[in-house]
């Protein structure tokens, strides 16, 4: 009887192990792809910034070849770009407040 209630013992600790391992690697692949979406974002925010700063500056450089409508939107987009880039990055990309840290999950206490 003791032989059997410790081989069922012994098969919840294994499969609780099992569990926690697959949660643990769970939130790793998150956290990895977490990683990789903030440098897309960042960089792909970063590029479309100096595009759109290079649309805008050749607009306002030749200001006499476009019409005062264009040039009125070509500063509401700068300024909209360049204060949309300050919240993204502030929003997603600093505040690592919302993502939860990588750590053990293993709560198997060894029994000296």
Do not use: H
Not at 26 to 42: A, E
Not at 95 to 100: E, F, Q, R, S
């Amino acid at each position: 009887m003791s032989g059997d209630l410790n081989a069922i013992t012994f098969a919840r600790a294994e499969e609780q192990l099992r569990q926690e391992r697959e949660a643990f690697d769970q939130l790793k692949s998150k956290d990895i792809m977490w990683f990789y979406l903030r440098l897309v974002v960042g960089s792909t925010s970063i590029v479309l910034l100096i595009a759109v700063i290079a649309i805008c500056c050749y607009i306002f450089l030749n200001n006499k070849y476009f019409p005062e409508f264009v040039i009125k939107a070509a500063s509401v987009a700068l300024f909209g770009d360049v204060l949309g880039l300050i919240v993204l990055v502030w929003k997603v990309i600093l505040n690592t407040g919302d993502t939860k840290v990588l750590a053990p999950v293993t709560k198997a206490i060894a029994e000296a």
